[in-house]
């Protein structure tokens, strides 16, 4: 019987799951990644109905709950890491790989408070240096724009946190009343021809602007010899138009989530 690894990151807007197999060898952050959803994060949803609508993906893919033989997952939502758990629990039988104290990582973790950092930021630089090695810039595009620095040893340096795109369009047209809600997609040119277009430009190359100014000044303090990793939802948006990003890995998270499920079991 096939066996699979479930691996979930739970983000404060989204939830992306992804079902590996489990016998892949993992070279790349698409080895062996069957399937990926990416659902709403909803507080109040209990774990029969994510295991309801976690059933019915599988279904798709032809995968019942009796052929998952792992399961690893990092959350920044307490509520819902525990109905995720509580799911595993009762579905699968087995408590999941949750990134936090306790599970071995592999990497250091030089913060100040290495409890503040989030699960998701060690998932992503614990895949970036398994895939390119150190020193490395991550840029996650999520809710919030994350900036995680890896060492050329491997360890989690730090970094910065900004506010996301979509948080900071919301943010705009919630407070400009005359401004309505666009799709983020590349304008015709940076000189905006109209109102969605000119809110496009100032989205899509502000913060591609705001990329290269953040990534070049951790260059400069990190000798200027680091790679650059963009992964998250806009990353693919941002990426052609920022000159400072190198790589874009889509499922970046999910693939240090196996990683980390991978070092701590026998497998």
Known sequence: MPEHLLTIDVGNTQTVIGLYDHNAPGVSAEDGLIEHWRVSTDHDRTSDEFAAMLGGFLNFSGVRFSEIAGVALCSGVPRVQAMLKSLAERYLDYEPIVIGPGIKTGMPIKYDNPREVGADRIANAIATFELFGGPAIIVDFGTGNNFDIVSESGEFLGGAIAPGIEVSMDALVGR??????????????VIGKSTVESLQSGAVYGFAASVDGMVARFQDELGGDAVVVATGGLAPVIAPVASSIEHVEPFLTLHGLRIVHSRNTDR
């Open 176 to 189: 400009a009343s005359a401004l309505s809600s666009i799709e983020l997609i590349e304008p015709r040119s």
